[in-house]
T-cell receptor
């Protein structure tokens, strides 16, 4: 069965610290897509990144970076030099290509609090 | 500006009443989705629609109904049969399933409280 696990329920850091949010997934398919979304206090989910199962290259976007490792079924998200504006709930999600319904399976989310 | 609108942002209802949540998108997306979010939990899929006049049940469809008469609109009705309707409801859309693995774009959500 498909499943996404974000074991860290809440993380609290002080501004400028680096922080890594963990995501572990389960799927039987060889073709799938992984996503990260940010949910600020306003409630709307903001798309951050998509990665397909054939592309294991790590990605960096400003202070954000993502580490995709198929060997450990993980897709971790690191924020470098965190800022107060990074405080939000972060969701990791999985979409399986063969069924092609577009359905996303979400993890439970990790609440990140960045203190000044 | 293209996007997804959900109205109202906050909704209060008495137990036993049906209530309809609005979702409109002007992104020209074929696919639309409804999710429910409870405190401390991830999003769970209620219903989704890949094309006009067609929709499928998600993981927690009981007590909910939808319609998709127009490409832009995908309203969700929370019926009195839904045992725990108080939650945050999020609508999303994507280009459609001809585009494999596409990201979904989300609306601002409606927080429904039933007493």
């Amino acid at each position: 069965a498909q499943k996404v696990t974000q074991a860290q329920t809440e993380i609290s850091v002080v501004e400028k610290e680096d922080v890594t949010l963990d995501c572990v997934y389960e799927t039987r398919d060889t073709t799938y897509y992984l996503f990260w979304y940010k949910q600020p206090p306003s409630g709307e989910l903001v798309f951050l990144i998509r990665r397909n199962s054939f592309d294991e290259q790590n990605e960096i976007s400003g202070r954000y970076s993502w580490n995709f490792q198929k060997s450990t079924s993980s897709f971790n998200f690191t924020i470098t030099a965190s800022q107060v504006v990074d405080s939000a709930v972060y969701f990791c999600a999985l979409s399986e290509a063969p069924s092609n319904t577009g359905k996303l399976i979400f993890g439970q989310g990790t609440t990140l609090q960045v203190k000044p | 500006d293209g996007g997804i609108t959900q109205s109202p942002k906050y909704l209060f209802r008495k137990e036993g009443q049906n209530v309809t949540l609005s979702c409109e998108q002007n992104l020209n997306h074929d696919a639309m989705y409804w999710y429910r979010q409870d405190p401390g939990q991830g999003l769970r899929l209620i219903y989704y629609s890949q094309i006009v006049n067609d929709f499928q049940k998600g993981d927690i469809a009981e007590g909910y109904s939808v319609s998709r008469e127009k490409k832009e609109s995908f309203p969700l009705t929370v019926t009195s049969a839904q045992k725990n309707p108080t939650a945050f409801y999020l609508c999303a859309s994507s280009k459609g399933t001809t585009y494999v693995g596409e990201e979904q774009y989300f609306g601002p959500g409606t927080r429904l409280t039933v007493t």
